[in-house]
């Protein structure tokens, strides 16, 4: 059963602006994590935000987490051509951890 | 630490044959997850295990499917026999309980 939702499904950006991505779950968790896949690969774990937590940074990447509205997002500032990927969220609840579907970013030159 | 490493890489097979897919986690982490990717469904989680015990397999998705994990270092996840739908990517992780999961490179499957 899917946990999370990731929204937009694709994003087209120019090379230099910022992307976000949002990511709604439907049940209280213990925490959430963001990865990256890029084609043909495994998932590359980015930052994980536990419950008790709002936000957190790490180098051009921003997540926030708010659980009164059961969504996360993350931001990618500045992006580069190499950020093109699919990035998914995944909520951990009684560790069990489950993905959305992604969300497929492309990174425009 | 060489991360989770996943065998074979890539398997194409006949219908109605036996696909084994091996995983071996990092060192150390008790929890292992096997996971299946395709287009249509994403990414599914079959089976998670904590220090070697099943914990849930609501995901697997019928009696063709099996997992085990003997020991802390190894687990194989076995589809017999084998259907076109079942080609997918198949994704073996580890981490320790609560924290970042680490995933394999993946086992590209093809069912034909």
């Known amino acids: 059963s899917q946990q999370g939702e990731e929204d937009p499904q694709a994003l087209s950006i120019q090379e230099g602006e910022n992307a976000t991505m949002n990511c709604s779950y439907k049940?209280?968790?213990?925490?959430l994590q963001w990865y990256r896949q890029n084609s043909g690969r495994g998932l590359v774990h980015l930052i994980l935000i536990r419950s008790n937590e709002r936000e957190k940074h790490s180098g051009r990447l921003r997540v926030t987490l708010d659980t009164s509205k059961k969504s996360s997002s993350l931001l990618i500032t500045a992006s580069r051509a190499a950020d093109t990927a699919s990035y998914f969220c995944a909520t951990d609840r009684d560790d069990k951890i489950i993905f959305g579907k992604g969300t497929r970013l492309h990174i425009l030159p | 630490d060489a991360g989770v490493i996943q065998s074979p890489r890539h398997e194409v097979t006949e219908m109605g044959q036996e696909v084994t897919l091996r995983c071996k986690p990092i060192?150390?982490?008790?929890?292992l997850f096997w996971y299946r990717q395709t287009m249509m469904r994403g990414l599914e989680l079959l089976i998670y295990?904590?220090?070697?015990?099943?914990?849930?397999d609501s995901g697997m998705p019928e009696d063709r499917f099996s997992a085990k994990m003997p020991n802390a270092s190894f687990s194989t996840l076995k589809i017999q026999p084998s259907e076109p739908r079942d080609s997918a990517v198949y994704f073996c992780?580890?981490?320790?309980?609560?924290?970042?999961?680490?995933f394999g490179e993946g086992s590209w499957l093809t069912v034909v």
């Open positions: 992780a580890s981490s320790f309980p609560g924290n970042t999961i680490y």
């Open positions: 295990f904590n220090n070697n015990v099943p914990i849930d």
């Open positions: 060192s150390g982490h008790n929890s």
């Open positions: 049940t209280s968790i213990n925490n």
